[in-house]
């Protein structure tokens, strides 16, 4: 029984983190560059953040339930992140002969990435 609790618990998550994803990609985020992936880019940053803050705050902060944890960072975040979608758009990219686009966009997804999980971790640590 206590498993699924976590199966429901990833699913609710999830149901949320998909559809967050997709009203970021419907914004105006969309027109701000030509060429660019800004929606997908924020969505993995933001992301990335938040599983280095949420980890710290989970583990070393605050008791929590499994299964909220498992509902955010599971489910939530699991969702909300789209390494396949990142991957999609790098090859669109490539395929139009976009590549320092595709560059640029590879090495600040990566680069800006980590650093949200570094950012969010030394958060989650001041947090009382």
């Known amino acids: 029984m206590e498993e699924l609790g ?3 618990s990833i699913a609710v998550g999830g149901a949320f983190g998909a559809v967050a994803r997709y009203l970021i990609n419907v914004s105006p985020l969309n027109a701000v560059f030509d060429k660019f992936p800004l929606p997908t880019f924020v969505i993995n940053i933001t992301g990335s953040f938040l599983i280095g803050f949420l ?5 070393d902060k605050y008791s929590s339930n499994e299964n ?3 509902a955010i960072i599971v489910g939530f975040l699991g969702a909300f992140t ?3 979608t990142f991957e999609m758009e790098m090859f669109g990219l490539v395929r139009e002969k976009q590549l320092v686009t595709a ?3 590879l090495a600040l997804s990566i680069l ?3 650093i949200g999980v570094v950012a969010g971790v030394s958060l989650g640590r001041r947090v009382v």
């Open 6 to 8: 976590k199966i429901i």
């Open 55 to 59: 980890m710290i705050l989970f583990a």
């Open 68 to 70: 909220l944890r498992m």
């Open 82 to 84: 789209t390494f396949s």
């Open 103 to 105: 560059f640029v966009y």
């Open 112 to 114: 800006v990435g980590f």
